[in-house]
């Protein structure tokens, strides 16, 4: 109990540290142009959304959204248990089709998902969940841990570790737990190998792939980039199917909208509408949120692939100049999000004024949210951002670099 409290102290410490002393934590935004935002008189450039396809900003989208709601009203009054427009059967209709999944499930946000469906499928079987794995998926295995299940993390990337694990859970369900593009590295697991363990170990995989959804997808001769065609996600990507497999995902991120999804066969679907609080007894997602990923699947199939060739073309850039710069970045697969460390001597909070006197907008990343030695800041590449704004962050990488701010691969051994 004194060591959970006393790392609640630090963390809050931290943060509260970060809340009084930078401009760029619990920000208020006056207005937004583009990719540009302005914070009182202060005009930044904002690498801190995930509106990884420049939906947010789509005037086909934005012009979708209106009609809609005035068919529909701002708000659907009614949980889903009770009843749902017919905007949602039409939107899980679709979402089966392009994820090539056996049926769909959605629900407000990935965070509720976690939180009633974890449990459901652990019973008082055994979890196994992934020391990376998001703060969000955690929490619904504690939760499952609270209603009976057994609980065990194993190292992201040890495979062995894991195929121990899975042999040694005699309680069954198994389910298996992790992030598919990781949140803050913008790395790809090898998926393809923990669903060859789930399979052979009878267990589930549950992936959240609230990253990867919209970004990357199915390989295909025609992709404009190695992020393959579609956005279909990292199990289309890889080639696999959703045998042993429940894939999550959102909208909140590429789509830029408030839903999130389940890839299940419809036995389980069927279930999770008697079993998950959030199906039962949640508010839905705005009428707005809703036709705004109908608007975003249909504005997807038309240009998606050409947006994400304007992606992956501008997050290249960067990741180029950075490697070129031998600065460190935790992103090998050249996914939009590239975290960098600052060296071990500097200190965050000075680092977050320079960025803010160069008009850059950025997440930061504290300790304990991140190791020491992953303390730092990440960007989050969009396609609505320009080149012109690439060549801004890469003039300032390259300051940073030289003022010795990053951290250098010969200081972190890679
Ligand atoms: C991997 C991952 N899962 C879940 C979430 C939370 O998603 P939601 O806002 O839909 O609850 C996030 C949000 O940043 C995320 O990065």
Known sequence: MTSTRSRLDERLHQFEELRAETHMWDAVIDEVDGRRIRVGDHWLIDWASCNYLGFDLDPEIIEAVGVTVREWGTHPGW???????????????????????????????????????????????????????????????????????????????????????????????????????????????????????????????????????????????????????RGNSIVRHLGESYDNVVLVGGFSKAYSSLLAFLAVPTSLKDLLKVAAPTYLYSGPSPTASLASVLAGLRVNAVRGDRLRGELYRMTKRVLDHVRALGVVTLNHDDTPIIELPIAADESLVDVSHELWARGQFVTLAPYPGVPKDKVGFRIQVTAAHTDEQVDSLIAMISDFAAAGTLRRTEEQGV
């Open 79 to 229: 949980s889903r248990m009770l009843g749902s427009p017919r905007l949602y059967p039409e939107i899980e209709e679709q979402l089966a089709e392009l994820l090539h999944a056996p049926d769909t499930l959605v629900l407000p946000t990935i965070s509720q998902i976690h939180l009633a469906v974890i449990p459901v499928l652990a019973a008082q079987g055994t979890v196994l969940i992934e020391r990376l794995a998001h703060k969000t998926i955690y929490d619904g295995c504690v939760h499952a841990r609270a209603l009976g299940a057994t609980l065990h993390r194993f190292h992201t990337g040890d495979l062995t570790e894991l195929e121990d694990q899975l042999r040694a859970a005699v309680n069954a369900p198994r389910l298996v737990c992790m992030d598919g593009v990781n949140s803050m590295t913008g790395e790809v697991p090898d998926l393809a190998a923990y669903i060859r363990l789930c399979r052979q170990y009878d267990a589930t995989l549950y992936v959240d792939d609230a990253h990867g959804f919209g970004v990357i997808g199915e390989r295909r001769a025609d992709e404009t980039s190695p992020y393959g065609a």
